[in-house]
């Protein structure tokens, strides 16, 4: 069965330090959502791309966040520099372009700042 | 106030209960609604999706949508143990840059 895939599964990194995740979404599927999950809250969006343009980063803290999908298929999320409220669940989903039947969801990097 | 709100929990059942979920919502440009199915620690699964008004239903999981009402449920019957996780509803204006935007969830423990 398709899956999106995700790494690393767990990041510890230390405050300032800079982190990178990965995400490469199920084949076929155009559009790819970074989100962050903060524990015991819904996930919020941090950047949707369709195929490799970004059309929604409003919520991305750009100053220290950066993402891209250079050939529209696999992305990367930086943080640069880390901080402490960055500890939370980073969640890649992905879905068909032109349909919101739903989007599938990896398993996520769970992230620590210390 | 969030544009999507959802019941408060956690909520504890006894196996074989028939168990409801609601969210409810502001915006009345959502017409996908989606729930899905959260385990500790492992990103969210798609358990339901429906399009605009109505009911869907799917083995023990029926999903229904009042737009009218800005309201939006999972029904669970025969609850089972292997049901205890978080639940969390999703929400989409459509469209193909349109992003999902979900509710905070609630926990769900079925007790043998």
């Known amino acids: 069965e398709a899956e999106v895939a995700q790494s690393p599964r767990y990041k510890i990194t230390e405050k300032s330090q800079a982190v990178a995740f990965w995400c490469d979404p199920i084949?076929?599927?155009?559009?790819l959502y970074w989100y962050r999950q903060i524990l015991g809250q819904g996930p919020e969006l941090l950047v949707q791309?369709?195929?490799?343009?970004?059309?929604?980063d409003s919520q991305l803290p750009k100053d220290r966040f950066s993402a891209e999908r250079l050939k529209g298929v696999d992305s990367t999320l930086k943080i640069q520099p880390a901080e402490l409220g960055d500890s939370a669940m980073y969640l890649c989903?992905?879905?068909?372009?032109?349909?919101?039947?739903?989007?599938?969801f990896g398993q996520g990097t769970r992230l620590t700042v210390v | 106030q969030k544009e999507v709100e959802q019941d408060p929990g956690p909520l504890s059942v006894p196996e074989g209960a028939i168990v409801s979920l609601n969210c409810t919502y502001s915006?009345?440009?959502?017409?996908?609604f989606m729930w899905y199915r959260q385990y500790s620690r492992k990103g969210p699964e798609l358990l339901m999706y429906t399009y605009s008004s109505g009911n869907k239903e799917d083995g023990r999981f029926t999903a229904q949508v009042d737009k009218s009402s800005k309201y939006i449920s999972l029904f669970i019957r025969d609850s089972q143990p292997s049901d205890s996780a978080t639940y969390l509803c999703a929400m989409s204006a459509g469209g193909a840059n349109s992003k999902l935007t979900f509710g905070k969830g609630i926990t769900l423990s079925v007790r043998p």
């Open positions: 989903a992905s879905s068909l372009a032109r349909t919101v039947r739903g989007a599938f």
């Open positions: 084949s076929g599927h155009a559009t």
């Open positions: 915006n009345s440009a959502f017409q996908y």
């Open positions: 791309f369709q195929d490799e343009s970004v059309v929604d």
